[in-house]
């Protein structure tokens, strides 16, 4: 079985300019996350989509950051501008059902390490 | 706001040694309960995980973890370590209320064979 596919895998970019990450989860995952992990840190929570629906993006800097699912599939999540700050791993997550059911067992991308200069 | 504490942040062991990592959580109400592991060059995987019932639960590759209500707690076990343990664990809980998971800032578990 394919688990969730990122691209690209890492990416330096400078201050100040766009950058869009891309997320294609396990094929039948109805749920999608965007987390972001800041180095000694766990996985914190960006955006979650139920299918094409973004549910939560409280978490979400939306002064900059954005984030798409379109037909309820893939996922893109852009940044722009970019600022020093922003430089962490962007995990991209998926799991099975909606509602009462999510979270029950996410699988993780092997996320896009993203270093701004 | 939901918070997870894990306090040890790099724990060194020699294989067949015991392990416990703690975690703690801050919320009152129901919680469901997670370990993921990440080994290294790999991607966060699930290691096991309480709902309801046994407070003793049981996950893959002979971990554990026990949740004790009374100390808002749910730390992972496991009798005999190996150096293929070597790996960062993130301890994470979801309130009923929130449905959202939140995370500790883990624990790095080196094991020296």
């Known amino acids: 079985e394919a688990g969730v596919v990122q691209s690209p895998r890492y990416k330096i970019i400078e201050k100040k300019q766009p950058v869009a990450f891309w997320c294609n989860p396990i094929?039948?995952?109805?749920?999608l996350y965007w987390y972001r992990q800041n180095l000694g840190q766990g996985p914190e929570l960006l955006i979650r989509?139920?299918?094409?629906?973004?549910?939560?993006d409280s978490q979400l800097p939306k002064d900059r950051f954005s984030a798409e699912r379109l037909k309820g599939v893939d996922s893109t999540l852009k940044i722009q501008p970019a600022e020093l700050g922003d430089s962490a791993v962007y995990l991209c997550?998926?799991?099975?059902?909606?509602?009462?059911?999510?979270?029950?067992?996410?699988?993780f991308g092997s996320g896009t390490q993203l270093s701004v200069l | 706001a939901q918070s997870v504490s894990q306090h040890n942040h790099h724990v060194i062991l020699s294989e067949a040694a015991s392990l416990e990592l703690g975690c703690n959580y801050s919320?009152?109400?129901?919680?469901?309960l997670f370990w993921y592991v990440q080994y290294p060059g790999q991607h966060l995987q699930l290691l096991l995980k309480?709902?309801?019932?046994?407070?003793l639960v049981k996950g893959i590759k002979g971990f554990e973890a026990e949740f004790i209500k009374s100390k808002f707690s749910f730390n992972l076990r496991k009798p005999s370590v190996q150096w293929s343990d070597t790996a960062e664990y993130f301890c994470?809980?979801?309130?009923?209320?929130?449905?959202?998971?939140?995370f500790g800032s883990g624990t790095q578990l080196t094991v020296l064979p």
């Open positions: 919320y009152g109400g129901t919680v469901n």
């Open positions: 994470a809980v979801l309130s009923g209320s929130a449905r959202q998971l939140t």
């Open positions: 094929s039948g995952h109805n749920t």
């Open positions: 309480y709902f309801s019932g046994d407070p």
């Open positions: 997550a998926s799991s099975l059902g909606t509602g009462a059911t999510t979270n029950e067992k996410l699988f």
């Open positions: 989509y139920e299918n094409e629906e973004a549910v939560d």
